[in-house]
């Protein structure tokens, strides 16, 4: 592969491309980096970068300074593929290493300042790349970076293929720890079974080792990791053990809005009480409180599940109707923060959702790592009507973002907002 580069100093990818596996790979002619500087072709005192139009301060790269540079690579190499440096571009991954590993000609190009002019980028620009959501000084050592990842993953350039595709992130997997000698240092033991010299079953152990350490490290990787139905079994297994599992719900029925902004009381919908109990169960709540002040609606509530406790006697509780035994009916909200506050000696932190937007609202990711980690009784709160009034929303302690498309329309049902916020926060995506 040949690899081009542009950039104010060359000499930094000089210097890293000068040890170990990749100077070997050059030196046995598997790469061949050439560099090119944007200062080289400036006349004396002329300058490469030019202000911003605009009204942000930072320089700019010059399109017409950079111009004559671009042109000749390209008349020297017609089919390589510039691909520009930029915190802007595609996230550096393997599989970006590898697709770009089997590229003839490359030429990546390092920006300083505020990037290049646009102008450049739209006419050379065939891929912008990113190494990582930070922003660098200059696009040089993201160069290095790419040149390292990209190269290894040529035929030759490591020695023993195998260490490659045994590697942390290939097949969207992290790899499990790794021992050598001694057996016993200080009184810690490599795994036995790492020394037993049974391949089958050391096989197992690394891709056992292998799925704990992603799922306990990058979890997200998994997502796109191919395991089989056991394997998953097992990782939900280890999952549930170390997750909160004092998460409740609450569904409000007073005080809530109006279409008006009123406070108003409506109605128990029979759909709700099942519905909202089977997504409780599915994703692992403790229980699901239906509040409601009216002792009518109350008593309407418990006439509906003693109606599917009865069915869940006579279908052998085998059955969806074991969710029926998450509810408990309070007459406030307060009622049921103050039953949580009794059973955990604090309390619960709690979460508003709403279908509007109101300031301040937190993201699904932000709250998704804090509510399965922690130690403490957490109590996601849903309303119905036209949503939670302003002073429940007020007193959450976080109150989530909509979920919902990109139209207008967002009236989902309560029980489909349920299932849809529950998946977002504690879903399970292996
Ligand atoms: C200071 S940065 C320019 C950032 C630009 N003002 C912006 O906000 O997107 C200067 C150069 O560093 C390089 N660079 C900075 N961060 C990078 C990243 N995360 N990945 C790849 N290159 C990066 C690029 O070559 C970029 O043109």
């Given at each position: 592969?040949?690899?081009?580069?542009?950039?104010?100093?060359?000499?930094?990818?000089?210097?890293?491309?000068?040890?170990?596996?990749?100077?070997?790979?050059?030196?046995?002619?598997?790469?061949?980096i050439?560099?090119?500087?944007?200062?080289?072709?400036?006349?004396?005192?002329?300058?490469?970068?030019?202000e911003?139009?605009?009204?942000?301060?930072?320089?700019?790269?010059?399109?017409?300074?950079?111009?004559?540079?671009?042109?000749?690579?390209?008349?020297?190499?017609?089919?390589?593929k510039f691909?520009?440096?930029?915190?802007?571009g595609?996230?550096?991954?393997?599989?970006l290493?590898?697709?770009?590993?089997?590229?003839?000609?490359?030429?990546i190009?390092?920006?300083?300042?505020e990037?290049?002019?646009?102008?450049i980028?739209?006419?050379?620009?065939?891929?912008?790349?990113s190494?990582g959501?930070y922003?660098?000084?200059?696009?040089?050592?993201?160069?290095?970076?790419?040149?390292?990842?990209v190269?290894?993953?040529?035929?030759?350039?490591?020695?023993?293929?195998?260490?490659?595709t045994?590697?942390?992130?290939?097949?969207?997997?992290?790899?499990?720890?790794?021992?050598?000698?001694?057996k016993?240092?200080?009184?810690?033991?490599?795994p036995?079974?790492?020394?037993?010299?049974?391949h089958?079953?050391?096989?197992?152990?690394?891709?056992?080792?292998?799925?704990?350490?992603?799922?306990?490290?990058?979890?997200?990787l998994?997502?796109?990791?191919?395991?089989?139905l056991?394997?998953?079994?097992?990782?939900?297994?280890?999952?549930?053990?170390?997750?909160?599992?004092?998460?409740?719900?609450a569904?409000?029925?007073?005080p809530?809005?109006?279409?008006?902004?009123?406070?108003i009381?409506?109605?128990?919908?029979n759909?709700?009480?099942?519905?909202?109990?089977?997504?409780a169960?599915?994703?692992?709540?403790?229980k699901?409180?239906?509040?409601?002040?009216?002792?009518?609606?109350?008593m309407?509530?418990?006439?509906?599940?003693?109606?599917?406790?009865?069915?869940?006697?006579?279908?052998?509780d085998?059955?969806?109707?074991?969710?029926?035994?998450?509810?408990?009916?309070?007459?406030?909200?307060?009622?049921?923060?103050?039953?949580?506050?009794?059973?955990?000696?604090?309390?619960?932190?709690?979460?508003?959702?709403?279908?509007?937007m109101?300031?301040?609202?937190?993201?699904?990711?932000?709250?998704?790592?804090?509510?399965?980690?922690?130690?403490?009784?957490?109590?996601?709160?849903?309303?119905?009507?036209?949503?939670?009034?302003?002073s429940?929303?007020?007193?959450?302690?976080y109150?989530?973002?909509?979920v919902?498309?990109?139209?207008?329309?967002?009236?989902?049902?309560?029980r489909?907002?349920?299932?849809i916020?529950?998946d977002?926060?504690?879903?399970?995506?292996?």
């Amino acid at each position: 592969m040949k690899i081009n580069t542009v950039s104010t100093f060359p000499r930094i990818i000089k210097e890293a491309t000068k040890y170990g596996i990749v100077s070997n790979a050059v030196k046995n002619k598997l790469i061949n980096i050439n560099h090119f500087s944007l200062i080289n072709d400036l006349s004396q005192g002329d300058r490469i970068d030019d202000e911003q139009y605009g009204i942000e301060p930072g320089m700019v790269l010059s399109y017409e300074k950079s111009y004559k540079l671009f042109k000749r690579i390209k008349t020297l190499n017609p089919n390589t593929k510039f691909i520009f440096t930029s915190p802007k571009g595609t996230k550096l991954t393997n599989d970006l290493a590898i697709s770009l590993s089997s590229e003839k000609n490359i030429t990546i190009v390092c920006g300083r300042y505020e990037g290049y002019d646009q102008r450049i980028i739209d006419e050379y620009c065939d891929l912008e790349v990113s190494i990582g959501d930070y922003v660098l000084t200059g696009g040089e050592l993201a160069a290095c970076v790419l040149i390292d990842s990209v190269a290894r993953m040529i035929k030759g350039v490591v020695g023993n293929e195998n260490s490659v595709t045994s590697d942390s992130l290939m097949e969207s997997m992290l790899k499990g720890p790794v021992y050598t000698r001694p057996k016993i240092y200080r009184g810690k033991k490599v795994p036995n079974i790492l020394l037993s010299g049974n391949h089958a079953n050391i096989k197992k152990h690394l891709r056992k080792t292998s799925l704990v350490t992603t799922l306990k490290k990058r979890e997200d990787l998994l997502e796109n990791t191919k395991i089989s139905l056991e394997e998953s079994n097992q990782l939900k297994s280890i999952k549930k053990e170390i997750i909160n599992k004092n998460i409740y719900i609450a569904l409000v029925h007073y005080p809530i809005e109006n279409i008006k902004g009123e406070t108003i009381k409506t109605s128990l919908t029979n759909l709700d009480i099942q519905d909202i109990a089977r997504s409780a169960n599915t994703y692992g709540i403790n229980k699901y409180f239906i509040t409601h002040p009216v002792k009518e609606q109350r008593m309407l509530a418990e006439k509906v599940i003693q109606y599917w406790s009865n069915e869940k006697v006579r279908k052998n509780d085998n059955t969806k109707h074991s969710s029926i035994d998450k509810i408990i009916l309070k007459n406030s909200l307060n009622s049921a923060i103050r039953e949580i506050r009794a059973k955990h000696g604090v309390r619960p932190i709690t979460i508003a959702t709403d279908a509007r937007m109101v300031h301040n609202m937190t993201s699904y990711s932000t709250l998704r790592d804090r509510i399965l980690n922690i130690d403490k009784p957490v109590l996601i709160i849903f309303g119905t009507g036209w949503g939670l009034t302003k002073s429940t929303l007020e007193s959450a302690d976080y109150i989530l973002k909509p979920v919902g498309g990109y139209y207008e329309y967002n009236h989902l049902s309560v029980r489909s907002a349920v299932a849809i916020i529950l998946d977002r926060l504690l879903g399970c995506k292996f």
